[in-house]
């Protein structure tokens, strides 16, 4: 153990204190008793008081007043109260003795208090220590702390301006307590000046530092795995829809042409009527099929450029109409001018009423103007959409209790249209039943 650190550790003003005792002592309690005068108890109390004071400034201010104090008690005993008085010499060998015991005894009493004293520092300081530590692995085993938080807990218990972790060569700088923070990493502390038990400590904490650097990367490695290993099972899963939704209606044109050209002088004209019509509609779903995934992909990278403009919605709701299949089934009601990229909105329209058309035997599009805004709503009267599951139709690839006809990318491609123009799409439950499409976008611009 170092005995040092803890003489270090007492206050100013114990310093103050004891000096002053081991000087002043002394010649106050030489003062007091020669008050008393001729006393016939003979030096023996006289020698017990003095030796008292002695063990109090050692108390007091630690081993060297103590021994100052002693020295001085010993010189005032032998001038005032051992014969020949008055003088520094001795006369007795017995009182020599005394006084050699007394300084002997002081000295020894002066020691063994302050070991004691600095013992007791020591204690506390490794209490202090071990709390600090325990602290420490607590809060980080616990994953309480980051490395920035516990970066900032090193820099307010070691009193550095600031405290850092720093890889590659060791930082150099006069002002900063530099330690290895393992594979690599130094934590440097800015500012601080550090004792041996301190820096141990400090030593401690930078360990604590790279452990928990070492586990963000980790974890930060794990979720990076996770990631790609998701988007590998999306991507396994598109590929998969995709192309089975894909060889349904290819599938169909094959056999319709086959048929037509191996058949073709055996079959009537109601029968070719009917292949073509079939080959029609096989084209017309595998070109749904290829704009909804052009669409996506021109979302997800951002090449969606509407150019808006102000449009009465009755255009854009007739071309999106013209040409879909069920069309005759949708009702339109009034509708107002909205400040849209028509295009992108007969997009929106298209999928929505194509979407509500597979569902319900009858859909409703109408429109209002509210403020600068306009809602134009496609509603439908099918079996709805549980409200927990509403959020999640507008995700690529659902196929809400729809089995084979697409490859779920309508409403997330009619979702990313009306934002890009600025608008927005919910879907809300259909008074007496069925699903309601709201598309929110800007209203007329004058």
């Known amino acids: 153990m170092d005995d040092r650190a803890p003489a270090a550790a007492l206050s100013p003003r114990r310093h103050v204190l004891g000096w002053t005792l081991a000087v002043g002592g002394p010649a106050v309690l030489t003062g007091v008793l020669e008050s008393f005068g001729h006393r016939p108890s003979g030096t023996a109390l006289d020698t017990m008081l003095y ?7 050692a108390l007091v201010g630690g081993r060297w007043p103590a021994l100052v104090a002693a020295v001085l008690g010993a010189l005032l005993l032998n001038y005032f109260f051992i014969p020949p008085r008055h003088t520094l010499n001795v006369a007795s060998g017995t009182d020599v003795l005394t006084l050699v015991v007394f300084v002997v005894t002081g000295a020894a009493v002066a020691a063994v208090v302050d070991a004691a004293a600095r013992r007791r520092v020591q204690a506390r300081i490794a209490e202090q220590e071990a709390a600090t530590l325990a602290m420490l692995n607590r809060q980080v085993l616990g994953g309480e702390y980051d490395v920035s938080r516990l970066l900032a807990l090193a820099r307010d218990t070691f009193g550095a301006t600031t405290a850092e972790l720093a890889t590659g060569a060791p930082p150099t700088g006069a002002a900063a307590v530099v330690l290895p923070a393992g594979a690599g990493g130094w934590l ?7 004792g041996d038990r301190e820096r141990s400590v400090a030593a401690a904490f930078a360990s604590h530092v790279g452990v928990l650097r070492e586990r963000e990367e980790l974890a930060r490695q794990s979720m990076a795995a996770r990631q790609l290993e998701a988007g590998n099972r999306t991507r396994t899963a598109l590929l998969a829809a995709v192309s089975h939704d894909l060889r349904t209606p290819l599938a169909g044109l094959r056999s319709a042409a086959e048929t037509l050209r191996v058949h073709d ?4 004209e109601g029968e070719r009527h009917e292949l073509l019509n079939a080959m029609d509609s096989s084209i017309s779903r595998l070109t749904t099929m290829v704009s909804d995934l052009l669409d996506m992909s021109r979302l997800q990278t951002g090449a969606v450029l509407p150019i808006a403009d102000d449009v009465p919605l009755r255009e854009v709701v007739g071309r999106a109409l013209a040409g879909l299949d069920g069309a005759e089934r949708v009702e339109v009601g009034e509708l107002p001018t909205a400040y849209v990229d028509a295009g992108l909105l007969e997009r929106v329209v298209a999928n929505l009423v194509a979407n509500a058309l597979r569902f319900s035997e009858l859909v409703r599009i109408d429109g209002v103007a509210d403020g600068r ?7 439908d009267h099918g079996p709805g959409v549980a409200a927990a599951d509403r959020a999640r139709i507008f995700e690529p690839f659902q196929r809400e209790g729809d089995v084979g006809t697409g490859v779920g990318l309508g409403l997330a491609v009619a979702r990313g249209l009306t934002e890009a123009q600025g608008g927005s799409l919910e879907a809300e439950e259909t008074p007496g039943g069925g699903l309601t499409m709201v598309v929110d976008v800007p209203g007329e611009s004058s």
Request: hydrophobic share 55%; net charge positive.
């Open 265 to 268: 002088h055996q079959l009537g």
């Open 51 to 57: 030796l008292s004071l002695t063990v109090g400034v």
């Open 188 to 194: 440097v502390l800015h500012d601080a000046v550090l």
């Open 373 to 379: 805004r306009v809602r134009l709503r496609v509603v």
